[in-house]
């Protein structure tokens, strides 16, 4: 089974206490489409400028992703700087620029229309609905957003909800949209607004899942060294929404070793700048990383 994803592919320039990196390769859909790959085919949906580096195209299709639904026009690509600095959680927004991002409108293939897994990652609610409205029975939809969205956009996003199987956020974010300070509380009030199930991504304090039939929660995987944490986020939704793919079949028991391979996923991602860890990874990496967290859990 294959996946589609609709995101961005931006140039991110980065700074944290290990270094300064300008115009990486990243954006949404870049960091979900390089863990999700480990599992399955993945169809990108995305827009870029003609300032877009051909290396950066040449090295997303060597990866095995579907780029025919990438357009490339005439503008500017969109660029996010950032900074880091404390303990790593929260990046500190320095500039955006959303070049040809403002005039997006998804275009893919009637084939591509048929897929049955879709993620919509983090850009606009409207752009995100566009692309949705253009599936044919898909069988698992899940959705990323942020604080941006939630605040210029909240009933266009809650709207959005309705229609969509997991909706993934981080703990600031799910506050913020729920309107609840405690999680557990949050994602029984976003389960409220449709989503059959919510997925709170809390950092360096795991992951917690939320559903009518159960709740669960993971720790995340324990790092030495982190250098960059960005992307993290949409990395583990790219395992997490990767595997179900795969496997082909919701359940407990997949469901909870979809969040322990999204989580040991990211866990890789923060290792080193932009894509450079996830995109040299191959499935027995992520393999040999599972046993020893779930060896974490053994008493």
Known sequence: MSIIVLGTVALDS???PFGARKELLGGSAAHFSMSARLFTKVDLVAIVGKDFPQEHISFLRHKGLDLSALIIDQGKTFRWEGEYSGDLNTALTLNTELGVLSVFKPCISEEQCRIKNIFLANVDPDIQKHLLLKMRKPALVGLDSMNYWINNKRQELIRLLKHID?????????????????????????RGY????????KGE???????????????????????DPTGAGDTFAGGFMGYLAKVNKI??????KALAYGTVAASFNIEDFGLNMTSRLKPQDLGKRLIKFK????F
């Open 14 to 16: 980065v700074k944290t």
């Open 166 to 190: 997991i909706y993934v956020a981080n703990d600031q974010e799910a506050r913020a949209l729920s309107g609840e300070n405690n999680i557990i509380k949050a994602a029984k009030a976003l």
């Open 194 to 201: 449709g989503a059959k199930m919510v997925l709170i991504k």
């Open 205 to 227: 304090n795991g992951v917690l899942f939320y559903s009518d039939k159960f709740i669960f929660s993971l720790p995340a995987y324990p790092v030495e060294k982190v250098i």
């Open 251 to 256: 359940s407990c028991l997949t469901l909870k």
């Open 295 to 298: 060896d974490c859990f053994s």
